[in-house]
Nanobody, 117 residues
Framework: QVHLVESGGGLVQPGGSLRLACVAS????????MGWFRQAPGKQRELVAS???????NYEDSVKGRFTISRDNANNTVYLQMNSLKPEDTAVYYC???????????WGQGTQVTVSS
């Protein structure tokens, strides 16, 4: 059974940084196409960063140059380094396998990121 646990969120001032972690069990992130998603209040969940087999990485336009996705295969963990945070980055952040996300299954509890002064 797939289990995804996100952590690392919190309250940060604009311009600050956070590093999110997603520890996976039941899947091997090194051979999966993984993504970080976020859902702000009243909005649909959106994909902000993805890393696929072969190491190809893609970012949503609003986070390009500020967010970095990476994975630690030894610890079966996917990270999202977020720098220069803006109030509009405030959301609950989730990770998931892209195929599972498309089927809307296996979501974890997410981690809240709040950017506010």
């Amino acid at each position: 059974q797939v289990h995804l646990v996100e952590s690392g969120g919190g309250l940060v001032q604009p311009g600050g940084s956070l590093r999110l972690a997603c520890v996976a069990s039941g899947i091997d992130v090194s051979v999966k196409d993984m993504g970080w998603f976020r859902q702000a209040p009243g909005k649909q969940r959106e994909l902000v960063a993805s890393i696929i087999r072969g190491g190809y990485i893609n970012y949503e336009d609003s986070v390009k140059g500020r967010f970095t996705i990476s994975r630690d295969n030894a610890n079966n963990t996917v990270y999202l380094q977020m720098n220069s945070l803006k109030p509009e980055d405030t959301a609950v952040y989730y990770c998931n396998d892209l195929k599972m996300a498309a089927r809307n299954v296996n979501w974890g509890q997410g981690t809240q990121v709040t950017v506010s002064s």
